[in-house]
């Protein structure tokens, strides 16, 4: 694994990249939640790191990466996204995008408008189908701008099936960065944005030719698992994995499981 910085129209970016990008035909690219960074991923991109080209990025305004001022909208992740692939020269439509969350929404709306650039998807408890916050993530928005260990420490221990996965380090590590100058107003443009603008059903249906999984945890409060069927059900090239005992970050409760499911979907591409 190296830790790398590249300058995104005048930002400063940081990722991970793991394996020979010239080495293998694939390429995997990791898109976080919001409020979380590459770090999150865990050792599941390294697993794959010998058969493909693999890469998890801090989206704009969010881990280490910088935090302009500006709007944090869905689209402008979508472009974000596009400018570092073509930075990185991983925009030559054999790369895989796996999105959680709020990265989950912009895998997608990536693979909706800018087609020739995806291989596949993976998505990941995603956003994109809430026309309003659920209780849960608006209690997250107030942890994060008013962050304390007590408020922070709460609501993670929603977000995942069993309260002893939240370790001390996950709060500190996230009250640290959401302290950084122009972080939460990052955190609060991409919330506002993400929690009340839709996908839309119809315009998914227009990636019927993306080989698609959507990944759940069962135990999913902060975006119901009602939402994979909504997301299965129009894409119809898509197949669902739930993985019980898993909150909203199954990869990072259940790894191994998560790990085997991407191996499995990989290997029937």
Known sequence: MVDRNVTINGSNIRYREFGNSSGTPKHLLFLHGIGSSSDRWIDIPVA?????HTVAVDLIGFGGSDCPDLDYTINAFRKFVLDFMSSIQIDDGKTTIIGHSLGGYIAAEIAIENRSVVNSLVLIDSSGMLDRPTPLLNEY???AISASPEKVKRVFEQ??????????ILV???INRINRPGAKHAFESAFINSTNTKIGLKRLEGIQDVSTLIIWGKNDNLIPLEHSKLFEQ??????LEIVEDAGHAPFAEKPAIVTE???EFFRSE
Not at 234 to 239: E, G, K, M, T
């Open 48 to 52: 794959f790191s010998k058969h493909y």
């Open 141 to 143: 928005l107030a942890a």
């Open 159 to 168: 977000l995942v099936a069993q309260s002893w996965r939240v370790f001390p």
């Open 172 to 174: 500190d590590v996230f």
């Open 234 to 239: 129009a894409i119809r090239n898509s197949s």
């Open 261 to 263: 499911i991407l191996h």
